[in-house]
């Protein structure tokens, strides 16, 4: 399985050898580059997941090419490893970690430390290239490796499927920025619900949109929805005018045109519990949370519906 590509530049061919054996061992696909030069071609062509960089070259340094990386709108966001010799200051890599390196390796690495750098440096990059830019949550890519990582591993674990209600006749009536402000409230009430309530290993995602996923144990998955539905509910009323908060709802129109009256909005939380194998992947589980949440949905006001089914 191809794990991803990764580009090795080092000026001397025995390194860039070893390295390339090693990781194509490992399951990347691994390219070499002579120079800063040709390691800037390289990646401009065919951006790789990762570039291991030798700071020490003739003409082009490390230096100088993480710094072009940085500066091209292709690369800049390679995740970029550096090569050391036991002799490197302790100035040149912190000045390598303020040109953008992500991490550091010396050229004598072991195998086992290679493997691991790597992998931590790639999941690392794609969680921050798949993070909410409104409220710096995980989100979709990251959010399927949470619950599929749980699956393979045969654990018992629950899913909370969080959805506002009339988030869209909120967002038309008062506009995008207020509307952000609203996805804003959510994202910190369940932040603050999985620190009361929650654990270390307790996962939160933001699916998009009014769309967030909690992942945690079986136990604490309702303690979870119900103490973040009680700060939604206190919160999300106050984002409301004055008028329409005090009269209870919004005038607004439906999808066919005709005109509607929205009440303030709520949240509906669907619990899927996974146990005894019920699910072979994720789509099964979100599946299962979509015909949950439409229990929670059929009741007035913000509601919390568990799936207790096993099969």
């Known amino acids: 399985m191809n794990k991803g590509a990764i580009l090795v530049c080092d000026d001397e061919p025995d390194v860039r050898v070893w390295l390339s054996a090693r990781l194509s061992a490992l399951g990347y696909e691994s390219d070499e580059a002579a120079d800063g030069r040709e390691c800037l071609a390289k990646a401009g ?16 340094d490390g230096f100088a090419t993480c710094a072009d990386l940085r500066k091209n709108p292709l690369t800049r966001s390679i995740p970029v490893v550096m090569l050391t010799a036991h002799h490197t200051k302790l100035d040149d890599r912190v000045r390598g970690l303020r040109l953008g390196a992500d991490d550091y390796l010396p050229k004598d690495v072991d195998p086992a430390e290679l493997a691991a750098r790597v992998e931590t440096v790639l999941r690392r990059a794609k969680g921050a290239r798949d993070l909410s830019p409104l409220t710096r949550l995980p989100g979709n890519a990251t959010i399927t490796d949470e619950i599929d990582r749980r699956l393979l591993r045969r654990e018992p674990f629950a899913v909370d499927w969080i959805d506002l209600d009339n988030f869209k006749a909120f967002n038309d009536r008062y506009g995008f920025t207020r509307g952000d402000k609203m996805i804003v409230q959510v994202a910190n009430a369940l932040r603050e619900s999985l620190e009361k309530c929650g654990q270390e290993g307790d996962f939160l995602g933001h699916v998009g949109g009014d769309d967030f996923v909690v992942v945690s144990s079986i136990d604490r998955a309702s303690p979870i929805a119900e103490y973040a539905v009680k700060l939604i509910d206190e919160r999300l009323p106050l984002l409301y005018d004055l008028d329409d908060r005090t009269g209870g709802y919004i005038r607004g129109v439906d999808r066919h045109g005709n005109p509607l009256a929205f009440p303030i909005a709520t949240v509906s939380v669907a619990i899927v519990q996974s146990q005894a ?26 509601s919390v519906a568990v799936d207790r089914r096993v099969h």
């Not at 062509?45 to 082009?60: F, Q, R, Y």
């Not at 949440?293 to 059929?298: Q, R, V, W």
């Open 45 to 60: 062509a065919k951006v790789p997941d990762l570039i291991i960089l030798d700071i020490n070259m003739p003409g082009m």
């Open 277 to 302: 194998q019920r699910f072979q992947n994720v789509l099964q589980v979100a599946q299962a949370a979509s015909e949950t949440k439409k229990l929670a949905k059929a009741k007035r006001g913000s």
